[in-house]
């Protein structure tokens, strides 16, 4: 589930993504994108799989956070456990995930992606 970080060419540790998707395939997609840009990213299926990583002393943390909504169950400790950590999120889902008092995970810095529209 986790992957240990690897130096880049000069010596920097590449930067940590966590991607929380309970879907196999966008989860694999994104995950293989950023590994081809030279992040660390981790995957989780679900969020509750990422929360002990954020609590653990000593354990890699994210630069940034990538959470699909949909599919996620989303508690009172979960969104504690959010707020604490101090890392950036995008949120993504429709309009029914994004009702989600999201906004108290991480002030300022929480950023939701909804539905597009066309046309536009």
């Known amino acids: 589930m986790k992957r240990a970080g690897i130096n ?3 010596g920097q540790s590449k930067p940590v993504i966590w991607i929380i998707d309970n879907e196999q395939w966008p989860r694999v997609y994104l995950r293989a994108e950023l590994l081809e840009r030279g992040y660390d990213p981790i995957s989780f299926e679900r969020l ?5 990583e954020l609590d653990r ?3 890699k943390k994210p630069q ?4 699909e ?3 996620q169950r989303i508690t009172r400790r979960a969104l504690e456990v959010m707020a604490g950590a101090n890392v950036p999120m995008i949120g ?3 309009m029914l995930e994004l009702i989600i008092p999201l906004s ?3 002030t ?3 950023f939701y992606v909804g539905p597009s529209r066309s046309g536009g």
């Open 48 to 52: 509750s799989h990422a929360l002990p």
């Open 57 to 59: 002393v000593g354990g």
């Open 92 to 94: 993504i889902g429709g």
């Open 108 to 110: 300022g810095r929480t």
């Open 104 to 106: 108290r995970i991480s």
């Open 69 to 71: 909504l949909r599919g």
């Open 64 to 67: 940034i956070i990538v959470l």
């Open 8 to 10: 880049g060419k000069n």
